[in-house]
């Protein structure tokens, strides 16, 4: 077991992504912008089609999931860290259909904005980084 890192809260960003943005490259890039290394994102709002990923554990890889149609945004959750020396972006969302049926996924790249409100929670403390993790093959944090 190892030890968590401490963090402070910093500032909090609230707004809007753009219609027709990459949901992903988005906040990511946001993160570039203002200097974010470490914190937490939080949004909702709805997309225009979904791009998410199940990792499989046996085969310990992402396999893709593709929603080619407007969903609900209900809930982005993720938090932001470091990884090959810049900010990386790890959320998971959760996607209503029509009938209130509820999909998602590891967030990726190819979720395209109708609306967004997102929430950037920016922390101080340590540099936290991803590598590669032996048990598992994915890049988590090296604590
Ligand atoms: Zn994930």
């Not at 470091?82 to 999909?103: E, N, R, W």
Request: glycine letters at 10%.
């Amino acid at each position: 077991m190892s030890n968590p890192v401490r963090v402070g809260h910093k500032q909090t960003l609230m707004g809007r992504l753009q219609h027709g943005q990459d949901l992903l490259e988005a906040l990511t890039h946001l993160c570039y912008e203002e200097g974010i290394t470490l914190g937490r994102v939080t949004a909702i709002g709805a997309v225009q089609k979904a791009g998410v990923a199940f990792y499989d554990q046996k085969e310990r890889e992402y396999r893709r999931i593709e929603f080619d149609r407007p969903m609900e945004l209900l809930s982005l959750t993720g938090n932001i860290s470091m990884k090959d020396g810049k900010p990386f972006i790890h959320a998971h969302i959760t996607l209503g259909d029509p009938c209130g049926s509820v999909h998602g996924g590891h967030l990726d790249t190819g979720t395209v904005v109708y609306a967004c409100e997102y929430e950037i929670h920016a922390y101080s403390g340590p540099e936290l980084d991803r590598e590669y993790d032996e048990a598992t093959a994915l890049a988590l944090w090296n604590l």
